[in-house]
């Protein structure tokens, strides 16, 4: 039977050669304790960055989730950094061990990537959507419906790499950036939206429906 190779996000080749390099050099000079370690964290690194395929189903008006995780936030909220209206909120809560890359949750076209500095509180505290880093997207559907996914920095999440551009076309399921080692994604959909999760649920990038676009 063959074998499949795990998929890597390349953002993640540096940290993997890197670590892996001091594996092998603690292995030559036989420090075996050491080496053990950093074989331990070796593979923490490999698996963080991994990239699974997805298979992203074709649902009517579905929203699809952005990242792996779990849901903390079901409401409908106003939040006026990203739209005057009311909005369908969800959250999504990423911990080290789920897979970070995150995905386009309904296809459209890219209106506006807004990135802000901020602080790293924990992800899934109360206060990380208002006072931590994040890079905001916002995607007008082929319907003129708007939909903001904002990828925020945690404790121990420092790095947020989005690759997307005002103007770009996105496409349902496709991959688009990653949050390094731990953070959140909320989600904002028109009000009308019908949510499909509740807190608690585990959710996966690409494949599970998190909403109905209203």
Wanted: proline letters at 5%; a neutral charge; aromatic letters at 8%.
């Amino acid at each position: 039977m063959k074998q499949e190779k795990i998929p890597i996000a390349a953002e993640g080749y540096p940290f993997i050669a890197y670590s892996a390099l001091l594996t092998i050099l603690s292995a030559l000079l036989g420090y075996p304790l050491i080496t053990f370690v950093l074989l331990a964290v070796t593979t923490f690194v490999l698996m963080f960055f991994r990239d699974p395929e997805r298979t992203t189903p074709h649902i009517d008006r579905g929203v699809i989730s952005p990242a792996d995780g779990k849901i903390i936030f079901v409401e409908t909220i106003r939040d006026v950094r990203f739209g005057a209206d009311e909005q369908l909120k969800i959250s999504i809560f990423m911990n080290v061990f789920d897979v970070h890359v995150n995905r386009i949750p309904f296809s459209g076209k890219v209106d506006k990537v807004h990135h802000v500095p901020g602080s790293f509180l924990a992800a899934d505290s109360e206060k990380a959507h208002l006072n931590n880093e994040y890079c905001a997207v916002r995607i007008i559907t082929s319907d003129r419906r708007e939909i903001t996914m904002v990828q925020i920095a945690g404790l121990i999440a420092r790095r947020i790499i989005c690759r997307l551009e005002a103007g770009d076309p996105v496409t349902r399921g496709e991959r688009f950036g990653l949050i390094r080692f731990g953070s959140r994604v909320d989600l904002y959909l028109p009000r009308q939206s019908n949510p499909a999760v509740q807190v608690g649920d585990k959710v996966i990038a690409g494949e599970t429906l998190l909403a109905y676009l209203g």
